[in-house]
Each structure stands twice: as structure tokens, then as C-alpha cells.
């Protein structure tokens, strides 16, 4: 006999992510809000993952592994949310924490809130390590969420993995479209979705995302730019079309930019210094003077981190150096 169905199916597509998944996993067993179902496509890891996953599984009836060879996000999303059994949908990437209270937060608005059909959060902002960097300003009403969507905001108004909607409506705008690459498959997503109903963005950060080097960001948005551009502005116009607005005149692609190495680790310490992660800040900072050797900053940043007592944790996501 099937057990009954989960409130929420919690979806999380993964990809050699080892060295995340496993936090990524703790964080969702520790949910105040217990019913739920916890959902992992590995989409053809050669990593350590499919490892990972399998001693979790073991320990948790709620987790349900689907592994196949690679698909691409767009066909690992989609087919989540076929296997979904919960009145809502909550993504979690494999390398993004969920604080011990999000589930129970987004299933009490949504439930007091029938025209929200999707949810997101303001996020914390973390660097490899776990140590927080800053809190986002994410717009909270669907007013203005829809305006960043139909802007440049992109799929940025909303955090993929602090997103809960209804299962019903990724279902009924069909999911997912493949002829979208990474990053406006999310967008597009959120613009169609957002026809059925209304969005919101809670004020208090219910997920910790993740920067590192190694992100999609980087290996494959920035090698990419002149596609996604194209993609973006397609994507834009169908949505304006689709809710008979003109498309503007004077609208331009804003690319994402990435900091040189170097600039990207004196931004990590400091922030880690504020915080009083020492040991992380003085990780970042050998990394500054390894791949910017001849800037003042970068030396300056590893003086000032070993300076520093290293008797003490600073602030840092719950169970992050477990």
C-alpha cells in the first residue's frame, strides 16, 4: 500500500556535487515542517554523488533517488516535477541551504494565501566555504517581482532554490521548456507561471546560495553571453506578447559579470573577516595573493586575516562544519 501523499515534494536535480550534496540533504531532514517527500534526479554524476545519495536514502524513507544518464537541467527539472506527489513544489539546489524553518514558513503563507500560486525568499549570500557574504534585497510584492521579470531582473527575482509553488501550476504552464538553456529555462518558467496567479518574496532569508568558482555561472553563462542573450530577449518578448504589452523600445541585455579570481577571494575575506570566519578569510586570502600576486589588496587582506585570533567561529549556516 502507497503511503500517503506529502504537503510538499521537495525537488532537487544534482550533478557531481559532491562536495555540497551531503550538507545540502542535512539541511532538509532538519525542517521543523516534517512532511515532506525529498526527490534527487542525479542527472549521470561521475563523481562521488550517486555514493552520497545512496547512504542517505538508507537512512530516510522520504528520500526517493531517480538516477539516468545526463539530461541537462531543463529534462532533470521537468521530470521532478512528474514525479511529484505534494500540493507544493519546493526546489532546492544541490549546493543551497534551507534554514530549519523554510518549509514550515512558505506552507503557512501559501495556505493562508490561495492567489499565491509561487514563493520565493530573500536570500544569504554565501561564498564555498558556508561563510555569509550579504543578504539580498529581493522585491517582495508580485508587482514588482513581474516588473524584474519583464525587465532585466531575469530569473534573479526569484531564487531557484528558495522557490515553492504549486504543484498544479508548474504543471499546467506545461513545466520547463528545453529550448531554453541554463538560466532562461528559470525565467521562462517564473513568466509563464506567473499568468495563473500571484508571486511573493518573503522578507526573512530562508536560504543560504552558494558562489563558488566552479558555478554554472562561470563555466557556462559567461562562455555564452551573445546565446543567452538572444535567448533572453526571446524569452521577453513571447511573455510581453502573451499579456499584450508592447515590448520595450529601448530594453538592452545586461549581462552578468564575474570578478577576476583574485578580486572574487578579497571579496569573499572580507566578508568572511566581518563575519568572524578567520580561518575562512585567511583561505581566500592565499587565494588572493595566488592569483593576484602584485596587488597591494590582495596582501593587505592576508596581513590583516592572520592578524586575526582564530580562537573562534563567527557566524555560519547551522551544522556547516559538521
Keep these: 500500500m502507497e503511503a500517503a501523499a506529502p504537503i510538499v515534494s521537495v525537488v532537487m536535480p544534482v550533478y557531481n556535487t559532491a562536495a555540497y550534496v551531503a550538507q545540502t540533504i542535512e539541511a532538509i531532514l532538519a525542517q521543523t515542517f516534517r512532511d515532506f517527500e525529498l526527490l534527487i534526479l542525479d542527472d549521470g554524476s561521475t563523481d562521488d554523488t550517486p555514493a552520497v545519495l545512496k547512504r542517505y536514502a538508507a537512512l530516510d524513507s522520504r528520500i526517493r533517488i531517480i538516477s539516468r544518464e545526463n539530461k541537462g537541467i531543463v529534462a532533470s527539472r521537468n521530470e521532478l516535477i512528474a514525479a511529484c506527489r505534494g500540493k507544493y513544489m519546493a526546489a532546492n539546489d544541490a549546493d543551497d541551504l534551507s534554514v530549519p524553518d523554510r518549509f514550515e514558513k512558505q506552507v503557512a503563507y501559501l495556505e493562508s494565501h490561495p492567489e499565491c500560486v509561487l514563493l520565493g525568499s530573500r536570500v544569504v549570500v554565501m561564498d564555498p ?3 555569509p557574504s550579504y543578504i539580498t534585497d529581493h ?3 508580485h508587482e514588482d517581482i ?3 521579470l519583464l525587465g532585466n531582473g531575469g530569473g534573479w527575482a526569484v531564487v531557484q532554490s528558495s522557490m515553492m509553488c504549486r504543484t498544479e501550476a508548474a504543471r499546467k504552464v506545461g513545466g520547463y521548456r528545453g529550448e531554453h538553456p541554463v ?3 528559470d525565467h521562462d518558467f517564473y513568466l509563464r507561471v506567473a499568468e495563473l496567479g500571484k508571486f511573493a518574496n518573503l522578507p526573512e532569508p530562508l536560504t543560504w ?5 566552479s558555478s554554472t555561472t562561470r563555466t557556462y553563462y ?3 553571453v551573445k546565446r543567452h542573450a538572444e535567448t533572453r530577449e526571446k524569452v521577453l518578448r513571447e511573455a510581453h506578447q502573451r499579456r499584450g504589452l508592447p515590448f520595450p523600445a529601448d530594453w538592452t541585455f545586461s549581462p552578468i559579470t564575474a570578478p577576476p579570481r583574485d578580486e572574487q577571494a578579497r571579496l569573499w575575506g572580507w566578508a568572511a573577516l566581518k563575519h568572524g570566519n578567520i580561518a575562512v578569510a585567511r583561505k581566500h586570502a592565499k587565494s588572493a595573493v595566488r592569483y ?4 597591494l589588496a590582495s596582501w593587505k587582506l592576508l596581513l590583516t586575516a592572520f592578524r586575526r585570533s582564530a580562537d573562534t567561529k563567527g557566524q555560519v549556516f547551522p551544522n556547516a562544519y559538521r
Design 139 to 141: 522585491k517582495l510584492t
Design 146 to 148: 513581474e516588473k524584474q
Design 183 to 185: 538560466f532562461s529555462e
Design 209 to 213: 546560495y552558494r558562489r563558488h568558482y
Design 292 to 295: 593576484g600576486p602584485f596587488k
Design 222 to 224: 559567461l562562455e555564452k
Design 129 to 131: 566555504y558556508g561563510s
